[in-house]
Nanobody, 123 residues
Framework: VQLVESGGGLVQPGGSLRLACARSGVPFNQYTRSWYRQVPGKERELVAAVTYPGGNVEYSDSVKGRFTLSRDNGNTVRSTLFLQMNNLNAEDTAKYFC??????????????WGQGTQVTVSS
């Protein structure tokens, strides 16, 4: 599985960005795909996540109502996970990472990370 993020950049407060995470590889029958973010010196923070099957989406309180997670192509070899970010503020400045986790049988889990894309909110 390979995850490649794009769409980051510099945006003014109140602006919008749309991040994309292109996934390639054999799809799992069950998984959680997520966006995390991290600023230097702090732990990585979960922003939003979607589960398959079921399609349940969860957001952190700090982004609820402003960010929207979506995906296309369902559960196929190639699919994309999006994060629409509206009404951005300085506290949203971070490196955003795409993540996927799937059960591997027993206690084992498969986990994958993208390389991240930087989002900077500044006037």
């Amino acid at each position: 599985v390979q995850l490649v993020e794009s769409g980051g950049g510099l945006v003014q407060p109140g602006g919008s960005l749309r991040l994309a995470c292109a996934r390639s590889g054999v799809p799992f029958n069950q998984y959680t795909r997520s966006w995390y973010r991290q600023v230097p010196g702090k732990e990585r923070e979960l922003v939003a996540a979607v589960t398959y099957p079921g399609g349940n989406v969860e957001y952190s309180d700090s982004v609820k109502g402003r960010f929207t997670l979506s995906r296309d192509n369902g559960n196929t070899v190639r699919s994309t996970l999006f994060l629409q970010m509206n009404n951005l503020n300085a506290e949203d400045t971070a490196k955003y990472f795409c993540h996927e986790e799937a059960p591997g049988g027993g206690e084992r889990k498969y986990t994958y990370w993208g390389q991240g894309t930087q989002v900077t909110v500044s006037s």
